[in-house]
């Protein structure tokens, strides 16, 4: 059985570029969920998606957005990047309900904004 | 609102030696609790969860926790430490209602000694 695929491993972007991250979740898993992990601030939640609407969101400006299509496979944007993007962005995906649930995370996107 | 500490950012044990994770919540409902472990350059994965039912909770790879309501605690332990258990662990407590997602401590860095 696949894990959750994340994709690209490593990007490196300028300040003021916009980035798209991609995660696969586990087939049958409808709930995917996103994650900033920094050596600062830990992980910080984003926002989780459920049959491609937005059921929760974090505490992160507007520039970060997400979506997910039909088939559960999820998609996260920033625009306008600054230096403090630099993180690991996972992504988590769980049955239906992570809170009873929990997650299967992916392997993460490591994104250094220079 | 729910919340988790973890006590010691940094532990370090000999190989063979006890294993004591310390982890601490609070939370207005009773809490579904988890404990992951994350291995360099990789995603989370998840070691155990208790959810309802027996307090003690087992685990992969040899770990074991027991929920203590009355201390509001959830350590992990492992009777005897192995090289390969060096990895950063997160405790995680839920928040359902509407929330459905994990708040995860600042981790504990496990370091094991020859």
């Known amino acids: 059985k696949a894990g959750v695929t994340q994709t690209p491993r490593y990007l490196i972007k300028t300040r003021g570029q916009q980035v798209t991250l991609s995660c696969s979740p586990i087939?049958?898993?409808?709930?995917v969920s996103w994650y900033q992990q920094t050596p600062g601030q830990g992980l910080q939640f984003l926002f989780e998606?459920?049959?491609?609407?937005?059921?929760n969101k974090g505490n992160f400006p507007g520039r970060f957005s997400g979506r997910q299509f039909s088939n559960s496979r999820s998609e996260m944007n920033v625009s306008t990047l600054e230096l403090g993007d630099s993180a690991l962005y996972l992504c988590?995906?769980?049955?239906?309900?992570?809170?009873?649930?929990?997650?299967?995370f992916g392997s993460g996107t490591r994104l250094t904004v220079v | 609102a729910q919340s988790v500490t973890q006590l010691g950012s940094h532990v370090s044990v000999s190989e063979g030696a006890l294993v004591l994770l310390r982890c601490n919540y609070s939370?207005?409902?009773?809490?579904?609790l988890f404990w992951y472990v994350q291995y360099p350059n990789q995603g989370l994965q998840l070691l155990l969860k208790?959810?309802?039912?027996?307090?003690l909770v087992k685990g992969i790879n040899g770990f074991e926790a027991e929920f203590k309501k009355s201390e509001t605690s959830f350590h992990l332990t492992k009777p005897s430490a192995h090289m390969s258990d060096a990895a950063e662990y997160f405790c995680?407590?839920?928040?359902?209602?509407?929330?459905?997602?994990?708040?995860f401590g600042a981790g504990t860095r496990l370091a094991v000694h020859p």
């Open positions: 939370s207005s409902v009773p809490p579904y």
């Open positions: 988590a995906s769980s049955p239906g309900q992570p809170s009873t649930d929990g997650y299967t």
């Open positions: 208790y959810t309802t039912g027996a307090t």
């Open positions: 998606y459920f049959s491609e609407t937005q059921r």
């Open positions: 995680a407590v839920s928040l359902s209602g509407g929330y459905n997602k994990l708040i």
């Open positions: 087939s049958g898993h409808r709930s």
